[in-house]
């Protein structure tokens, strides 16, 4: 008799990933707060144009087009830009204390970022990676640019002295 049970027993165990890992991924993780040109978002098969005052999702794909660009900050206060003929992924976002975790893919363009807060409590979870490697900075301005699988990067002086 148990074992006629145990399947449904385990159906909620079953259900249950799939629904959280909708959920994370519908969870707004920051705001566009710069635009120009065309930027969109995909996630899960659906697409959009992005505008002033979107909200950014956790698990999207950004692309800009050949003159688009946008600047995004987290709720970590990090910002991070990316240039014309970008694509990059946000695919990892927790601001939880210590546990904190900030992750991006750059697959091609240009971008540039400023260290928020994930950096101060968990640098070494604050990443963001490209096709030639990864980068991992704690607490910094860092600027670069992805062509296939070459990495241009430099540290730039911030611009607020209090800043990540």
Excluded: K
Excluded at 129 to 158: N, Q, Y
Aim: aromatic content about 6%.
């Amino acid at each position: 008799m148990l074992s006629r049970r145990a399947p449904l027993f385990y159906l909620p165990l079953l259900v249950a990933p799939p629904l959280a890992l909708t959920w994370a991924q519908n969870q707004s993780i920051g705001l566009v707060e710069e635009i120009d040109g065309g930027v969109r978002a995909t996630n899960g098969g659906r697409a959009r144009a992005l505008a002033l005052g979107a909200d950014i999702l956790l698990g999207e794909r950004l692309r800009s087009d050949g003159r688009g660009g946008c600047a995004i900050r987290f709720e970590d206060d990090t910002l991070f830009d990316i240039g014309a003929g970008s694509d990059v992924v946000i695919d990892g976002f927790v601001y939880a204390g210590g546990s904190s975790l900030f992750s991006a893919q750059v697959v091609v363009g240009g971008f540039r970022f400023l260290t928020g807060q994930i950096a101060a409590l968990s640098p070494s979870r604050f990443m963001v990676a490209t096709p030639a490697g990864v980068i991992g900075v704690r607490g910094t301005h860092v600027a670069g640019s992805v062509d296939g699988e070459t990495l241009e990067a430099m540290l730039l002086e911030s611009e607020d002295e209090d800043a990540g």
